[in-house]
């Protein structure tokens, strides 16, 4: 597991987020394995296993909630992983059953379904399109806010700045411990506003690998994610996988700052 999984690392109450859009331990699932770029039917559950873990492991770092399915996925990874380091009775016997055909038959369906709701997604933006109503202005709290990363995800993020960590790990020496020395979220947030108010798209993964420690790092990552959730940013990935930041038209309100973390 890497060091992001293991760190030892507290972060403070008040960095805390909530993500009530995650789609699933299933949806990550999907997304390692198109990572890996192997098929859903031979799947190599000793790596997908791990990386999994890894996952949850930088998640529980960053104080993000892990739903208990997720955990529960995960002890189900764990034993299906100890069942194929198991001998398996030679194909001469019969036919032998695959282990996995279970988590296939699931990841199968649960692809189906997926599928099928971007398609009824689709309708409805051309019906959306087509019949139109006046604009209704409805009363939501900053706790009911999902986070709209557009066309990137949440998991696509959490590989960046663990593509970000591993770099750390590799080339700076352990971190000298300084008392009192913190960072806070509030200073991030408004470090990445005024450089995207500069009129220029910024780089996330080149502005992390920029940060002095990992844990400015971790807070410049709580401050996009407050950004994306007061859609004061839209972000994109590119081609060639780069992640880049971009300012919206929105303003920034005084109500805004006083949900964000100091």
């Not at 032998?96 to 997926?114: A, F, G, N, S, T």
């Not at 005024?194 to 996330?204: C, E, H, I, T």
């Not at 002095?212 to 996009?224: D, N, S």
């Amino acid at each position: 597991m890497s060091h992001a999984a293991t760190a030892s690392t507290h972060l403070p109450t008040a960095w805390r987020v909530e993500l009530p859009a995650f789609e699933g331990p299933l949806d990550l699932l999907l997304n390692l394995i198109k990572i890996d770029e192997v098929e859903i039917t031979d799947i190599p559950v000793a790596l997908v296993c791990d990386q999994f873990q890894e996952y949850l492991g930088l998640m529980d770092e960053l104080n993000l909630d892990v739903a208990a399915d997720y955990l529960y996925e995960a002890a189900l990874l764990i034993h299906l992983k100890s069942k194929m380091l198991l001998p398996r009775p030679s194909e001469t016997a019969g036919e032998v059953e695959d282990p996995r055909d279970e988590l296939v038959k699931r990841l199968l369906e649960y692809q189906r379904l997926k599928d099928a709701a971007q398609s009824l997604a689709e309708i409805h933006g051309v019906r959306r399109g087509i019949f139109t109503r006046a604009p209704e202005k409805l009363p939501a709290s900053a706790a009911d806010e999902a986070i709209d990363l557009g066309e990137v995800s949440l998991f696509d993020l959490l590989g960046a700045l663990r593509t970000v960590f591993e770099r750390y790990e590799r080339e700076h020496p352990p971190p000298l411990l300084l008392r009192g020395e913190s960072y806070s979220v509030r200073d991030q947030f408004d470090r990445l506003l005024s450089l995207l108010d500069a009129g220029r798209p910024v780089d996330l993964i080149a502005d992390l690998r920029g940060r002095t420690c990992r844990a400015e790092a971790v807070a410049g990552f709580l401050a996009l994610l407050e950004l994306a959730r007061l859609n004061l940013i839209r972000v994109h990935q590119t081609d060639t996988g780069d992640i880049l930041l971009y300012r919206t038209e929105r303003e920034l309100e005084l109500t805004d700052l006083e949900a964000i973390p100091t």
